[in-house]
């Protein structure tokens, strides 16, 4: 008993730690440089988007290989919304993700007709339908996109140290708002469903949980939060244009080697992935092309090994969930 | 007008045979081993650098190349499926998605370190330039003839192994029920290997038609991979003629999109794939 007791306090010394890493994080304006709060925006932005592949991946067995393209599409929304349509900005941010959903809809009626390893290239090609389109849209730059006007820019603080630490506020609530959320969402009654999927789907459905509703629900679940952070991309990147907002190798390869590596089917798995992922991209993004390839060598190798990732691993050596989305036994 | 709308249709409609020449591969794996191959695209371009680098170093034209290269493309694609493929083929098809999807970036980057960024393309000689007048209306190239012809004979070959041999009867009752062919005593391991060999001498053949025909570089890959998973799914699934109309009609979208304006050739591509899942879901000829 007292190993299980020492285990628990283990447990609650991480949770405990992990608390007071996110109050850090929170108070981050106060404690970071400009540089390293320009760093963990990107790294929060990651982060959601991770997330979501994951949730689609490794719970719902919709494996998107098209996630970009509802990051251009908040993108692009936020751009004519806050600047062609002069909407408020920060009513205009909430209307993106609006957007976004709104776009998911029909996206969804079509590509859905398509199951499995279909659906994996399906939606490849919405995504390059949406990029091929933004490209078109009459007052986003065409091609080659447009900037962000500086009376936008400035909406978001008058000095470049205040935009910083706006948009790593942002950042940060968003990542906060997409974990807990997805948290909270894989613990109700659907997310259990979908654990259950996860775990077995023919049995899941055998069960009573309504496999193409949960997808559905899923799939629109994810498409807000993507807009979200194509919104974040456009305030750090100061621009829209089709390749950048669409980008197949920042929003969809990286986030699905980030899974992979760190975990497919859990929530941990995505922190870790996007850690590893930042501190691999500050040694090896010298090595340009290199740095894919090995990216790429090792998710295969990961797969390979231990398909449930690197806290498929902790988990095998009886390391119990951090954030677990499953209900224990009621004492 | 209407005669060069005509003449950019069939035009189209031939490029159709090289689509077809991408699609078959992508449509035996999955018809047999039922998984994704999201590398298909860029085994495609990887064996056109090949062809590029060894017909440069011999002298030899790209297609007498890749005659002499089947074999090899055979047996690259047997140990891909046994070494590395095989080991994640199974109930989900996740792990084999995510490893396949590893391998086409490995295969771009690798390209990229490997050959830089530029765009080349073969020379295939006469064949190239010569053409035949039709109806006394158009100039038909004998290069996309010769290609579109390619496309029928690797289709009925493909059929015939499948439908007429005692190999291709043991590789649809694999494709049919894995678990019971092992019951039965045949490999399903080494069926669904000889299986992505065959899918190794499409993509050989594939290459040395596009190499000639249009330029390529270490990223065209995956957008080789959506023109053959759109002809896939137009044709019917599990369709290797359809495959063929499907890349017919995927040709002539393009070439009448780009008579529209440049840059919708590859839109109206793709829309049009949306429009025919749409409005018919399992593809123009589905398989019962």
């Known amino acids: 008993m007292t190993g299980r007791n020492q285990f628990m306090t283990g447990l609650a010394i991480t949770r405990f730690a992990l608390v007071a890493i996110i109050l850090a994080l929170a ?18 932005t990651l982060l959601v988007l991770a997330l979501m592949w994951n949730l689609l991946a490794g719970y719902a067995d919709i494996i998107t290989v098209g996630q970009h393209a509802f990051v251009g599409v908040g993108a692009y929304a936020f751009y004519g919304l806050a600047v062609l349509a002069d909407v408020d900005i920060f009513l205009a941010i909430p209307m993106a993700a609006l957007t976004t959903l709104l776009v998911a809809i029909p996206t969804m009626a079509i590509i859905f007709r398509l199951r499995t390893a279909y659906l994996a290239v399906g939606t490849w090609v919405a995504a390059e339908v949406m990029m091929l389109i933004a490209g078109k849209l009459p007052g986003f730059g065409g091609g080659s996109g447009t900037s962000l006007p500086i009376p936008v820019v400035k909406a978001f603080g008058a000095t470049l140290s205040g935009r910083v630490s706006t948009f790593y506020a942002m950042s940060f609530a968003l990542a906060l708002l997409a974990f807990g959320t997805t948290w909270i969402f894989l613990r109700s009654r659907v997310g259990l469903g979908l654990t259950a999927m996860r775990d077995n789907e023919e049995a899941a459905g055998a069960a009573g949980v309504d496999l193409v509703m949960t997808r559905i629900v899923c799939f629109l679940w994810t498409a807000p939060f993507l807009g979200l952070a194509g919104v ?15 980008s197949i190798t920042d929003w969809t390869i990286y986030i699905i080697f980030i899974v992979v590596i760190g975990g497919i089917g859990s929530l941990e798995g995505p922190v870790i992935g996007t850690i590893l992922f930042f501190l691999l991209r500050g040694y ?3 090595y340009g092309t290199w740095y894919l390839i090995i990216l790429g060598a090792v998710s295969i190798g990961v797969i390979l090994a231990e398909p449930r990732g690197i806290w498929g691993a902790c988990r095998r050596w009886g390391i119990p969930d951090l954030a677990p989305a499953s209900h224990g036994p009621k004492p | 007008m209407t005669i060069d709308m005509l003449n950019q249709a069939i035009q189209g409609a031939l490029i159709g045979g090289l689509y077809a020449l991408f699609a078959v591969g992508l449509s035996l794996s999955l018809g047999v081993i039922r998984f994704i191959n999201i590398a298909h695209g860029d085994l495609i371009v990887l064996a056109s650098f090949l062809l590029m680098s060894l017909s440069g170093l011999l002298g030899l034209s790209p297609f007498v190349v890749a005659l002499f290269m089947l074999p090899l493309a055979f047996a690259a694609g047997y140990w891909l499926q046994r070494l590395l493929l095989q080991r994640v083929v199974g109930e989900s098809v996740l792990p084999v998605i995510l490893v396949t999807f590893g391998l086409s970036i490995m295969i771009q980057n690798g390209l990229l370190q490997a050959y830089g960024p530029d765009t080349h393309k073969l020379h295939g000689g006469q064949i190239e330039v010569a053409s035949v007048h039709m109806f006394g209306l158009f100039d038909i190239g004998f290069f996309p003839l010769a290609v579109f012809f390619t496309a029928i004979v690797v289709i009925a070959a493909l059929d015939i192994l499948l439908y007429r041999t005692s190999i291709g009867a043991r590789i649809r009752a694999v494709a049919d029920d894995p678990a019971a062919a092992d019951l039965i005593g045949l490999s399903s391991g080494r069926m669904y290997a000889i299986a992505m060999g065959v899918v190794g001498m499409t993509v050989m053949l594939a290459a040395s038609c596009m190499s000639v025909w249009t330029n390529f570089d270490p990223a065209i890959g995956p957008s080789r991979l959506l023109t053959a998973f759109e002809a896939v799914v137009l044709g019917g699934l599990g369709s290797l003629w359809g495959t063929l109309v499907g890349g017919m009609v995927l040709g002539i979208a393009q070439n009448l999109g780009a008579q529209m304006d440049a840059s919708w050739q590859i839109l109206a591509q793709h829309l049009i794939f ?13 398989k019962a």
């Not at chain 1, 974040?232 to 907002?245: I, N, W």
């Not at chain 2, 949306?274 to 589905?286: D, Q, T």
């Open chain 1, 27 to 44: 108070a981050g304006p106060w404690l970071f440089d400009l540089n390293q709060q320009t760093l963990l925006t990107e790294f929060f």
């Open chain 1, 232 to 246: 974040l991309v456009t305030l750090q990147k100061l621009r829209v244009a089709p390749s950048a907002s669409f």
């Open chain 2, 274 to 286: 949306l429009l025919v899942l749409v409005l018919r879901p399992r593809g123009l000829f589905p």
């Open chain 1, 284 to 286: 090896l993004a010298a």
